[in-house]
T-cell receptor, first 116, second 111 residues
């Protein structure tokens, strides 16, 4: 089946630093999604990407849909303590839309710790 | 406000008992999903439903059951056949372009 390799697994950074994480796959995806999950809560959608090459920002967050459709990255600029959490990428194959319920494939997550 | 609600937030169950987790959405989404999350791990799909009165098994359906009698509701029953039920359970619904929106989760502990 499809797999997403998300890296790094964890990051320990100082407040104010920039952060970069990425997801890669051997399969092509038509949609890339980035989520953030805080302890004991459900994941919250940060950014959705629908087109190869697309670069989208949400405040200090920027994500890009890779040209090959097999990867995506998320950057966080000028990190702050409330950025702490687990960041997940997820990919969607358009062909799944009608047949298999539009199932998402999730990365394993990047645990981000920000030291004040 | 539109969103997904899950209840209860914390649930304790004795071994051998069935328990039902609630999931309700008022986003008018057709498709809904149940995921299981274990500590330090990603999300694993239990069951999903594309439309009322229809549902399919995900990757780890054994020991679980669902129903979809109303568009807004997709309850999950964790049966006594589930060998390791202690976990964090997440419900989600799908927007038209494929994004999924999650509820706050239910933490189930088997005593």
């Amino acid at each position: 089946g499809q797999q997403l390799n998300q890296s790094p697994q964890s990051m320990f950074i100082q407040e104010g630093e920039d952060v970069s994480m990425n997801c890669t796959s051997s399969s092509i995806f038509n949609t890339w999604l980035w989520y953030k999950q805080e302890p004991g809560e459900g994941p919250v959608l940060l950014i959705a990407l629908y087109k190869a090459g697309e670069l989208t920002s949400n405040g200090r967050l920027t994500a890009q849909f890779g040209i090959t459709r097999k990867d995506s990255f998320l950057n966080i600029s000028a990190s702050i303590p409330s950025d702490v959490g687990i960041y997940f990428c997820a990919g969607l194959v358009l062909g799944d839309w009608g047949t298999s319920g539009s199932r998402l494939t999730f990365g394993e997550g990047t645990q981000l710790t920000v030291n004040p | 406000d539109g969103g997904i609600t899950q209840s209860p937030k914390y649930l304790f169950r004795k071994e051998g008992q069935n328990v039902t987790l609630s999931c309700e959405q008022n986003l008018n989404h057709d498709a809904m999903y149940w995921y299981r999350q274990d500590p330090g791990q990603g999300l694993r799909l239990i069951y999903y439903s594309q439309i009322v009165n229809d549902f399919q098994k995900g990757d780890i359906a054994e020991g679980y059951s669902v129903s979809r009698e109303k568009k807004e509701s997709f309850p999950l029953t964790v049966t006594s056949a589930q060998k390791n039920p202690t976990a964090f359970y997440l419900c989600a619904s799908r927007a038209p372009r494929g994004s999924q929106f999650f509820g706050p989760g239910t933490r189930l502990t088997v005593l």
